[in-house]
């Protein structure tokens, strides 16, 4: 199992930013797929999640309407895009495999992780 | 909106059982999940629902959830236990996962 993410990104304040998690060594459609970042020397916080399996998606309250999730299953790839940046965007994301058949369950797989770095 | 707690940072000795909670309101009608993360590493889960250890997790690793504290127990630790270790639920109420604040596992 694999979950291999894009590279860093710079981006300047206002734009937007696509990460991709490239997956292997299962089936892809059987799963979820959540999206959490981690800001320099803080927690992890959760962004949203997108199930595969069932077609659900769910967000942060605190991402809504600025993340877009989507996956393109002939590529077992996963993205996240987030668009309106500001420097409290600067952090770490990580996407990560969850169950398919619910929320519950626990991450158990992750991608390696993209910096994303906003700056003018 | 649902907090889940944790205290900043535990320290042990090598040897020694170092024990982490997590707390939370009515806690032990949610099922807790359990990360470690080394610096400037991916997380890695070391428990999931409340006390199950995934393939290839040491036996030293364990877990329980009672009441309003959900508990990471680590046995006989070792130098390379020393992580950031995060609790995460799902909450109902809010429809989110969250996680705890992290505990700093310091090995002395």
């Known amino acids: 199992v694999q979950l291999v993410q894009s590279g860093a990104e710079v981006k300047k304040p206002g734009a937007a930013v696509k990460v991709s998690c490239k997956t292997s060594?299962?089936?892809?459609?059987?799963?979820?797929y959540h999206w959490v970042r981690q800001a320099p020397g803080q927690r992890l916080e959760w962004m949203g999640w997108i199930n595969v399996y069932n077609g659900k998606i769910k967000f942060s309250q605190k991402f809504q309407g600025r993340v877009t999730l989507t996956t393109d299953t002939s590529a077992n790839t996963a993205y996240m895009e987030l668009s309106s940046l500001s420097s409290e965007d600067t952090a770490v994301y990580f996407c990560a495999r969850g169950p398919g058949l619910t929320i519950f369950g626990a991450a158990d797989y992750w991608g390696q992780g993209t910096l994303v770095t906003v700056a003018s | 909106s649902y907090v889940l707690t944790q205290p900043p940072s535990v320290s042990v000795a090598p040897g020694k059982t170092a024990r982490l909670t997590c707390g939370g309101n009515n806690f032990g009608s949610k099922t807790v999940h359990w990360y470690q993360q080394k610096a400037g590493q991916a997380p890695v889960l070391v428990i999931d629902y409340d006390s199950d250890r995934p393939s290839g997790i040491p036996e030293r690793f364990s877990g329980s959830n009672s009441g309003n504290t959900a508990t990471l127990t680590i046995s006989r630790v070792e130098a390379g236990d020393e992580a950031d270790y995060y609790c995460?639920?799902?909450?109902?109420?809010?429809?989110?996962?969250?996680f705890g604040g992290g505990t700093k596992l310091t090995v002395l």
């Open positions: 995460q639920v799902w909450d109902s109420s809010s429809d989110h996962v969250l």
């Open positions: 060594g299962y089936t892809f459609t059987s799963y979820a």
